[in-house]
């Protein structure tokens, strides 16, 4: 069985502040693929990114950035400098063979200017 | 690239009516579609998997006979809720993935309000 922990429910930060959202996985498969959506209060789910189990390398996109470490099991996501507009609820899910998602529960970032 | 559509964005209807919401891919052909529900505040659930010219398989406790689903083409699938009733009412988002390239990748419609009266 899969399983995607996402422990922070809320976070509320003041714009410019960095905030970091953590996500821990298990599964069993040896290939899987791990994600972070974005879902603002509009409701439509963004894609941020993808990463496959081989790829632990660290990515950046301009004020986001994710730390893949296999070792523990973790896919944390980074927005530096934060704005009014991050405001959203972020979801971290994961998926296998059969290319179904598992969802975390998702973390709610508050950004106040 | 990767769009995908969903109609309507919001219903309102009477309880023991049935609903058809629809999820096309725009730009791309896709193999496997997904519905989800989502309840407020909560996170998203895995409904059924549809892949185009074959039966739904559908998540444990999810009845098949109360939502329907048809994949008749590479870039059109349809839920419909059966007979629906205020326990019904939900967000429906719907999500397609790709059959070359990021075929890991789910790119998600957005979303059906539903509420049921």
């Known amino acids: 069985a899969q399983k995607v922990t996402q422990a922070q429910t809320e976070i509320s930060v003041v714009e410019k502040e960095d905030v970091t959202l953590d996500c821990v996985y298990e599964t069993r498969d040896t290939t899987y693929y791990l994600f972070w959506y974005k879902q603002p209060p509009s409701g439509e789910l963004v894609f941020l990114i993808r990463?496959?189990?081989?790829?632990?390398q660290n990515e950046i996109s301009g004020r986001y950035s994710w730390n893949f470490q296999k070792s523990t099991s973790s896919f944390n996501f980074t927005i530096t400098a934060s704005q009014v507009v991050d405001s959203a609820v972020y979801f971290c899910?994961?998926?296998?063979?059969?290319?179904?998602?598992?969802f975390g529960a998702g973390t709610t970032v508050t950004v106040r200017a | 690239g990767a769009v995908v559509s969903q109609h309507p964005s919001r219903v309102i209807c009477k309880s023991g009516t049935s609903v058809k919401i629809e999820c096309r891919s725009l730009d791309f052909q896709a193999t496997t579609m997904f519905w989800y529900r989502q309840f407020p505040k909560q996170s998203l659930m895995l409904m059924a998997t549809?892949?185009?010219?074959?039966?739904?398989?559908?998540e444990q406790g999810v009845e098949k006979d109360k939502f329907l689903i048809n994949h008749a083409s590479l870039t059109l699938s349809t839920l419909t809720v059966t007979s629906a009733h205020p326990e019904d009412s939900s967000f429906y988002i719907c999500s397609a993935r790709p059959g070359t390239g990021l075929r890991e990748t789910q790119y998600f419609g957005p979303g059906t309000r539903l509420l049921v009266l």
């Open positions: 899910a994961l998926s296998s063979n059969d290319y179904k998602l598992s």
């Open positions: 549809s892949n185009e010219g074959s039966k739904a398989t559908y």
């Open positions: 990463r496959n189990s081989f790829d632990e």
